[in-house]
Each structure stands twice: as structure tokens, then as C-alpha cells.
């Protein structure tokens, strides 16, 4: 098993630019997430999705869109890239929503100009 | 809400030195407890888990007791090396909810 695939693993834009991140998972897990990690932030969570159709809006989720059209894949969509989405994008996955191990992806270093 | 408390970094050790990272929780139900740790320039990865109460989770020289008493999860490990140089994080997922909290991290520095 791959487990969680990122791409890219850095990207450099401008601001007003748009971009999707890419995830993706071959464990069927129904939980998929994607977080932002920042100096001195911990973690944040941007949107999450229980399963394939299903998302929902996270503690930071201004500026990003998500969709789930399969189990597989999560992507996330910068609209209209900010300075202040420079960050590193996780995504992670579990098996169920609750009380399972997070599965992480190796991250997206975005940097927006 | 649910929230995860850690002791801020950093943590700056020699090698074979003993190790402690604290954490405390506040849940509503009966959470799972986690212990991820995040190498340099990698994504967080599972340390160690305990599922309920009493519970010892241990790995690669690692332990944490579950501790309802105290609602704590203190990471140990009695002899730390180099290699174990990253950021840790204590997490929680609680049944009753869809999102698991994390705490802040705590980034260990082991010197030679």
C-alpha cells in the first residue's frame, strides 16, 4: 500500500492564482482531512469529509474548497491564492471519524508570492 | 470542547538522557490517546495509542500510561538518541466526535 500520496510537494504562486491540491488514499478509508501547519500554530483543520459526497467545513476553512467524488480522492482547491495560505497542507485519513489512528500524507510546501 | 494541553518547546536533551513530555486533556466521552511524532520535513506518523484507561502505549523505547485520574498521557522514554530529534504531538479522538484534537506539539532537540 502507498497509504496517503500528496501532490505536488511544493508549489510557488502568485497571488490570485489557483491551484488543487492533491490526495489520495488506497487503505478505503471513509475519514479524510486536510490541515495546515503553520510556526508556532500546532495544527488547523481546513475541511473534512466522513465519506465519498460528504465534507464539512473545518476550524480554517476561508479560502478553500473540497470535494469527495470517491473514497479515494480528496482535493483541495485554492480559488484565489493569498500570502497568507503559505503554509505546509497535510492531509490525513482513518478507517472511521472516531477514535482511529490518522494516516498522514508527507505535505504540500505552498509558498504565495 | 475537547482540548489537548502540552509543555511547549523547545526540549533540549543530551544523548541517554531521560525524557518527559507532559499532556493533559479535557474530553466530554471516553477518548482514544495518541502520540504522533512529525520528523523534519516529513508528515506526523503514530508513535504510540491507548484506548482506554490504565492503558500502556509503548514503542521504539517509548511509553505513555492512560491516566483518567489525572486525564493526562505523558510521553517517557529512558534513554533518547539523536535520531529522536522531531516534533511530538498528543492527540485525542473522542467517540462522540468526527474530528480528533491535537495539541500544539513539542519539538525535541537531542544533542550528541
Known amino acids: 500500500n502507498a497509504g496517503v500520496t500528496q501532490t505536488p510537494k511544493f508549489q510557488v504562486l502568485k497571488t490570485g492564482q489557483s491551484m488543487t491540491l492533491q490526495c489520495a488514499q488506497d487503505m478505503n478509508h471513509e475519514y479524510m482531512s486536510w490541515y495546515r501547519q503553520d510556526p508556532g500554530m500546532g495544527l488547523r483543520l481546513i475541511h473534512y469529509s466522513v465519506g465519498a459526497g460528504i465534507t464539512d467545513q473545518g476550524e480554517v476553512p476561508n479560502g478553500y474548497n473540497v470535494s469527495r467524488s470517491t473514497t479515494e480522492d480528496f482535493p483541495l482547491r485554492l480559488l484565489s491564492a493569498a500570502p497568507s495560505q503559505t503554509s505546509v497542507y497535510f492531509c490525513a485519513s482513518s478507517y472511521a471519524p472516531a477514535g482511529e489512528t490518522q494516516y498522514f500524507g508527507p505535505g504540500t510546501r505552498l509558498l504565495v508570492l | 470542547g475537547d482540548s489537548v494541553t502540552q509543555m511547549e518547546g523547545p526540549v533540549t536533551l543530551s544523548e541517554e538522557a531521560f525524557l518527559t513530555i507532559n499532556c493533559t486533556y479535557t474530553a466530554t466521552g471516553y477518548p482514544s490517546l495518541f502520540w504522533y511524532v512529525q520528523y523534519p520535513g516529513e508528515g506526523l506518523q503514530l508513535l504510540l495509542k491507548?484506548?482506554?484507561?490504565?492503558d500502556k502505549g509503548s514503542n521504539k523505547g517509548f511509553e505513555a500510561t492512560y491516566r483518567k485520574e489525572t486525564t493526562s498521557f505523558h510521553l517517557e522514554k529512558g534513554s533518547v538518541q539523536v535520531s529522536d530529534s522531531a516534533v511530538y504531538f498528543c492527540?485525542?479522538?473522542?467517540?462522540?466526535?468526527?474530528?480528533?484534537?491535537f495539541g500544539r506539539g513539542t519539538s525535541l532537540i537531542v544533542h550528541p
Open positions: 492527540a485525542l479522538s473522542d467517540r462522540g466526535s468526527y474530528i480528533p484534537t
Open positions: 491507548a484506548t482506554k484507561a490504565d
